[in-house]
């Protein structure tokens, strides 16, 4: 036998989902069904609410249920420096090691041609504007997106986009993973943290 | 190194279970398609996790889904066991029962695997010999095996840049230069050392009749390879590839100043391979202090007397070898025959 199309229909739209197989996907619908009424309700409407409510933040383009996000509407942070990241999710990242006071901003991906990701695909348009309008003190951007190659191809062009523009631009540091004994370090990681060394004297 | 055990479960028609080997010379006798090279091969893909992901399915027996290679090394530092898993498509490894990736497998151990198809390093195409040198070159530099993951990923992605007309092709080009630059650097050292020690091992082999000499041929200018990427622009748009840089470069093999590749015999070819496997040889021995497993496969195919008697002598040099052949060298101090994948002491 076959399963009736509703539940066809609906295993398809949630295996449509990142990370969820055709098995997951069954397992869910299952689960779905076996739900109260109430239960099924409150997840839908969870969902619709979430989809009417959030969007961009206009100005650093993070996810944000208010006009402008909770970073960019704080007067306490420091206007003057922009923190370039990937993904929403690096957000939240950066702001639990809390020693960041600055601004974001977020590029909603990384270059992958072969993903058919271009210059064109990523918000760095916003970027540039947003730098190019402010008036006053010169700005500080650290440019934290992934040391993975595309993370640093799209490192470099943000750095390259912003050559023109007079900025200060640093790149996060790579290295040692704190608390981490030498030992064990491999040794690629190793040798970057040599490469990157900090001087603690000065003659 | 020395090899002490080896166990397969489902590797080719090997039989399964555990073999223990001795010290010295070990001879392993056997008729054609009885199993020699699947147990050098066994070995070796357990010593440095070499088995190309297309091939894996190829070595599992027939009408099984996994198979499985475990070995007891000894070094000097002591005995560690290393394992490797393979199923369609997966390679697992461990090292003394805790995971590791297979790549990682030629940091605890080290093997040079000598058999006739090495004659395809002087008469296949390019791709044969860089394969050579970037698993050698790995081996010997960290630094090496890690860029030339990153050179090769970035290679990707540029080509499928230049396949849409080269939009945003500029941040690929200057990764695609330091990484190609680094790799080229690293190439060129290891080939002054290889060089220096496959002419040695060629005349030793071969006398100084017909001199050898390996040469890197380079496609990108070292220099200034991204002025040179930018003079390429419209030929690499055209063609929708990267046409320059070390996955381009090949290992010139001149055999008495003709190209090794149009002219020289099979003979020759086996011999200068032979040398080049010294060379690895030699280098690994330097690498890590230890001559690495030495395994030899149907020593006698198209050797002379000579040659066989240059890589048996190597074979006795060294503390454990083990050495395949349809009949035993007279060196041998052990004597392993196999018959139909299972492998039995002889008196």
Known sequence: MKYPNSLIQLIRELSRLPGVGPKSAQRLAFHLFSSS??????????????????????????ITDTDLCAVCSDPTRDQDIICVVEEPGDVIAIERSGEFEGLYHVLHGALSPMNGVGPEQIKIAGLLERIQNREGAPVEVILATSTTVEGEATSMFVQ???????????????????????????????GRAIAGRRQVTKI | MILRSLQTLNYRHLEAGKLEFP?????????????????LEAAFVCLTGV??????????????????VGVELEREDGISKLEVGLAKGKKLAKVDGVRVKTADLARHASAVLIRPEDADLVHGSP?????????????????????????????????????????????????????GAEIMRLRRRAVNKLKTLTEIAHSNLAGNSKKLELNLVETARLEDFQTHLSEKRREELARGSSAIGPHRDDLEIKLGNVLALDYASRGEARTIALAMRKAEFDLLKEKFGEAPVLLIDDFSAELDAHRRKFLLELASSVPQAIVTGTEAPDQASKLFKIENGRLEVQA
């Open chain 1, 37 to 62: 009424d109430q239960d099924v309700k409150n997840l839908s409407d969870a969902i619709l609410e979430a989809k009417k409510i959030l969007k961009l933040c206009p100005v650093c383009y993070n």
């Open chain 1, 160 to 190: 390259r986009s912003l050559e023109p523009l007079g900025v200060n631009v640093s790149r996060i540091a790579y290295g040692l993973p704190v608390g981490g004994a030498l030992e064990y370090a491999d040794e690629v990681t190793l």
């Open chain 2, 23 to 39: 010290l010295g010379l070990i001879a392993v006798v056997g008729g054609n398609a009885q199993g020699k090279t699947n147990l």
């Open chain 2, 51 to 68: 088995l190309e992901v297309s091939r894996v399915e190829t070595v599992i027996r027939l009408g099984e889904l996994e198979a499985f």
């Open chain 2, 127 to 179: 791709s044969t010999r860089r394969a050579f040198l970037d698993a050698l070159v790995s081996k010997m530099s960290p630094r090496y095996a890690q860029a030339l993951v990153l050179y090769e990923r970035t290679l990707a992605q540029r080509n499928a840049a230049l396949k849409i007309g080269g939009v945003g092709l500029e941040v690929w080009d200057a990764r695609f230069a330091e990484l």
